[in-house]
Each structure stands twice: as structure tokens, then as C-alpha cells.
């Protein structure tokens, strides 16, 4: 298993920050915003939006993703279950690669989940 999930997501955020802090702050401002209105409530609801990102994420093999939109899809209310569903349509898409890749989800799932 890679490093802790939780500690994906802190290096994440700060490299965002320090991003921000350079000359291409606006470029994270646009993206920021862009995000939050995809990510937001719409004709999909936000946990489902978590969901799929999940799966995309894992037939991208990122670890960094898996971690992102698990942690938001169980503040969304997602269950354990639901995580679980979510990352076997990535493999019943991607296959071999995403399959080899599950720990991802359950390392995700034993620090954000919930049953």
C-alpha cells in the first residue's frame, strides 16, 4: 500500500497553497471555482459526482484522486458499499489496471469510511 491517505491529501492541499502563493494564483482561483460548480449539487447529486470521480481516478491510477473523491463521497453520505460499487465500474472498464489498483480504495475506505 502507498503512504496514508490522509497524508496524500495534506500534500495535495499544499501544494495548491504554495501554488497559489505564485504567479499563477489565478489560474488555481479559476480552477477552484470551476471545480466547486462541478463538483456541486445538479442533476447529479454531489455524492454521486464524489463516486464517479472515484472510479475515474482509479482507472487513471491515482492515488491522489482515489483519496480526493472518497473522503468526498463519504462526507456526502456515501457507504463502504458504495465506494466499493463505484470502484468495480472502473475496473469492469479499465480492467486489469484499476483491479491491481483496489488496494487504493480499501486503504481509502479503512481511513474515510463508514459501513
Not at 26 to 35: K, L, Q, T
Not at 49 to 56: C, E, N, R, V, W
Not at 57 to 82: I, M, N, P, R
Amino acid at each position: 500500500m502507498t503512504e496514508g491517505m490522509g497524508a496524500l491529501l495534506g500534500e495535495m492541499r499544499q501544494t495548491k497553497e504554495r501554488i497559489k502563493e505564485g504567479t499563477c494564483s489565478r489560474h488555481m482561483e479559476a480552477w477552484g471555482a470551476f471545480s466547486e460548480v462541478a463538483r456541486g449539487e445538479g442533476a447529479l447529486s454531489a455524492k454521486h459526482k464524489a463516486l464517479i470521480g472515484l472510479a475515474i481516478g482509479l482507472s487513471k491510477q491515482c492515488a491522489q484522486c482515489v483519496a480526493y473523491h472518497a473522503e468526498a463521497a463519504f462526507s456526502q453520505g456515501a457507504t463502504s458499499d458504495e465506494v466499493m460499487e463505484a470502484a468495480f465500474v472502473a475496473v469492469l472498464m479499465e480492467g486489469g489496471p484499476a483491479q491491481a489498483h483496489l488496494s487504493l480504495v480499501l486503504q481509502a475506505i479503512e481511513e474515510f469510511g463508514r459501513p
